[in-house]
């Protein structure tokens, strides 16, 4: 599991998401709802209008334990003191016909449409080309709608 991944012009890296990480996440995602719900929400119902710290934490220690298991990926963007959670980038096992690995990734609101944003869209498919056992990436919400992605055949 590469740790931690600088993301280039940027004080910022990528480091895997922990359960200690709630008290940092819980603001970014909840900050951001409306905007994660509208990308996240018809394929993960995440996050949800009434997400508790307590739900966030479970759902950030199921990270951690598939982290661990080497079964999925979940990323933190983060300042250099970590001191914030900026967004996420998640590398999963395909759910659908066609790639052998799925990823998908977010900002907060205030860096979307930024900088910051468009670096990370940068980086995620050189890093994954770069450092990952993936040959047939699929950038969900990039190089395939979310709604085109829904329609593929699940794997078996």
């Not at 995602?29 to 994660?36: P, T």
């Not at 096992?93 to 944003?117: F, I, K």
């Not at 498919?125 to 450092?131: G, L, S």
């Not at 040959?135 to 395939?144: A, E, K, M, N, T």
Request: aromatic share 10%.
């Amino acid at each position: 599991v590469p740790v931690p991944v600088p993301v280039p012009g940027t004080a910022l890296h990528l480091r895997p998401i922990r359960e200690a990480d709630t008290a940092l996440d819980y603001p970014a995602v909840m900050g951001s709802r409306r905007r994660l719900w509208e990308i996240f929400g018809p394929v993960w119902a995440w996050p949800s209008e009434t997400m508790s710290f307590e739900e966030d934490r479970v759902d950030l220690l199921r990270h951690e334990k598939e982290i661990a298991a080497h079964q999925s990926f979940n990323y933190a963007l983060l300042d250099e003191r970590e001191t914030a959670i900026l967004g996420c980038v998640y590398i999963d096992p395909p759910e659908r016909t066609g790639s052998d690995g799925e990823v998908s990734w977010w900002v907060v609101d205030d860096l979307a449409g930024g900088e910051v944003e468009r670096a990370l869209d940068l980086l995620v498919p050189q890093w994954v080309a770069a450092d990952w056992p993936i040959r047939q990436p699929r950038y969900l919400g990039h190089d395939i709608s979310w709604q085109d992605w829904l329609a593929l055949p699940p794997t078996s």
